[in-house]
């Protein structure tokens, strides 16, 4: 089996078992109420973002800033590293979480980006095993709305969304697929996959 073909079966167990890895004692405190607040409150500031007619740059710095305060991004980096992440170093793992921060504000900061002159809106929310599913409705100039989902968890203390779906794309699959290439390409070398992350995206 290839390492693209173990990653991407890896990926798919890893999808399943995701929550499962979420504190459950944790979670009991989050309802409804706060899941729908947090992602009101997100959904709020990147609709003040993509309507502040700033520069791209300064956008992703804001889009950054976004993430890492209502994004459980030690997870999320931590679930793309996959298994990689337990031969590396402490060092390692932190210029990686420090490197992907950045990578995936850059890269998601430029989806929403494309919601210039459109907005998201709140539309339900559900309790999913120890986690809260937020649906939201992406309104986009001359064209058809679609869902934004966003999974949301109190797994470190406080409420923070862990993974989200735009249009059905999986955050957590995508970015674990991502590394796990970026990896495979530097022949399993971390460093350089970390030198790599900070120029993509």
Not at 109 to 135: A, N, Y
């Amino acid at each position: 089996m290839s390492n693209v073909t173990r990653r991407h079966a890896a990926g798919l167990v890893g999808a399943g078992l995701a929550g499962l890895t979420l504190t459950p004692s944790s979670a009991l405190a989050l309802d409804n109420v706060s899941a729908k607040q947090l992602v009101d409150e997100l959904v709020g500031e990147i609709n003040r973002i993509i309507g502040s007619g700033k520069s791209e740059q300064a956008m992703f710095r804001d889009f950054e800033r976004v993430f890492s305060k209502y994004g459980d991004t030690s997870y999320i980096a931590a679930y793309a590293m996959g298994n990689d992440g337990r031969r590396a170093s402490g060092a390692q793992k932190k210029a990686f979480s420090d490197a992907f921060q950045t990578y995936i504000s850059r890269k998601y900061g430029s989806r929403f980006r494309e919601f210039i002159g459109g907005r998201l809106e709140v539309q339900s929310v559900r309790p999913v095993k120890s986690w809260f599913e937020v649906k939201t409705t992406a309104y986009l100039r001359g064209e058809s709305p679609f869902t934004v989902t966003f999974l949301v968890s109190n797994r470190t203390g406080r409420d923070k969304f862990f993974n989200m779906f735009i249009e059905g794309i999986n955050l957590l699959l995508t970015e674990r697929t991502e590394i796990g290439a970026m990896i495979d390409r530097r022949g399993g070398n971390i460093d350089a996959m970390i030198n790599d992350l900070k120029n993509a995206g």
